[in-house]
């Protein structure tokens, strides 16, 4: 794929030595994700009087379907950065992952935690257990141990949090959380 790229290089002298290695790495990461619409690449000497030799900051701009990754990989304090091509391996490393991380998400593979479900105490037991009535009607059982905050400050038609799980006889429900009174 073809990305559209722009190079910029400030108070740093155009090389083409470092602009082919800036396209091969553009190259690289439209092999890695194919739906690169942009891709702006500046290279900058962030002291350009410093005493101990020029450090160098890459930024890089990619336009992707749905917004913009950006990556600025600035000269830390190890000096590390003293080589204009160590500073464009670091940052396109670094927009490889963001990259990797905008694709997982756009594909739905990262986690998102669901919110615990809401309930109301439908039943309690002196022997230590009690059924909660869930918004779809179905009533799950719970153990006194399920419960976060202590079973005895539990009351019918109190409002908690809860998270499903299957336990041995169907499900149940675990994790049991007291709303405060305000929720209930």
């Known amino acids: 794929m073809n990305v559209d790229l722009k190079m910029t290089f400030r108070d740093v002298p155009s090389s083409p030595a470092v602009e082919a290695a800036v396209r091969e790495k553009v190259d690289k990461l439209a092999q890695f994700y194919d739906r690169i619409m942009s891709c702006h690449v ?10 101990k030799g020029t450090l160098y900051n890459v930024r890089i701009d990619l336009t992707v379907p749905g917004g913009e ?67 779809d009607g179905r009533e799950l059982y719970f153990h006194e141990n399920s419960v976060l905050e202590g079973f005895r400050h539990l009351a019918l038609g109190s409002a908690v949090h809860f998270k499903e799980e299957q336990g041995e006889k169907g499900p149940q429900a675990s994790s049991v959380k007291l709303l405060s009174r305000q929720h209930a």
């Open 42 to 51: 500046v290279v900058a000497a962030s002291h350009p009087h410093h005493q």
């Open 69 to 135: 990754l950006v990556v600025n990989r600035e000269p830390g304090k190890s000096g590390a950065h003293h080589d204009v091509y160590v500073s464009v391996r670091d940052a396109f490393d670094a927009a490889r992952r963001r990259l990797q991380d905008y694709s997982r998400r756009r594909r739905g593979e990262i986690k998102s935690h669901q919110p615990e479900a809401v309930a109301h105490v439908s039943q309690l037991f002196s022997e230590g257990y009690g059924f909660i009535e869930t918004p």
